[in-house]
């Protein structure tokens, strides 16, 4: 079993940066992580994934250019920098857990799931 653990999550204004991290317990090896969001009344869209080596990333149209995802495997643990923010980037940020795809962009590409972290961008 798998449990992700997200923190960084908070209120900040439009062009402010936000660090978000995400701690994953449990059998990750050879796992992709990543990131979901989901705006008050939206369905869950993809932000951006990282294989386990670090040699793939892919990201959402929408965020590319200003969010940038890293991990560091020794602490097993996935980071979202988000420079550039926008009042369209509030959401409830997810982080999952998954098989490598650069085309895994899918709620259901991904098996687990942590509870989800809050940023606020107000204008």
């Known amino acids: 079993q798998v449990q992700l653990i997200e923190s960084g999550g908070g209120a900040v204004q439009t062009g402010d940066s936000l660090a978000l991290s995400c701690l994953a317990l449990?059998?990750?090896?050879?796992?992709?992580m990543g990131w979901f969001r989901q705006a008050s009344g939206q369905e869950r869209e993809f932000v951006s994934a990282?294989?386990?080596?670090?040699?793939?990333?892919s990201y959402a149209d929408s965020v590319k250019g200003r969010f940038t995802i890293s991990k560091d495997n020794i602490k097993n643990t996935a980071y979202l920098q988000m420079n550039s923010l926008k009042p369209e980037d509030t959401a409830v940020y997810y982080c999952v857990v998954g098989p490598w795809s650069a085309g895994a962009v899918r709620v259901s590409d991904y098996p687990y799931w942590g509870q989800g972290t809050q940023v606020t961008v107000s204008s």
């Open positions: 990282i294989s386990y080596s670090g040699s793939g990333t």
């Open positions: 449990g059998r990750t090896a050879n796992y992709a």
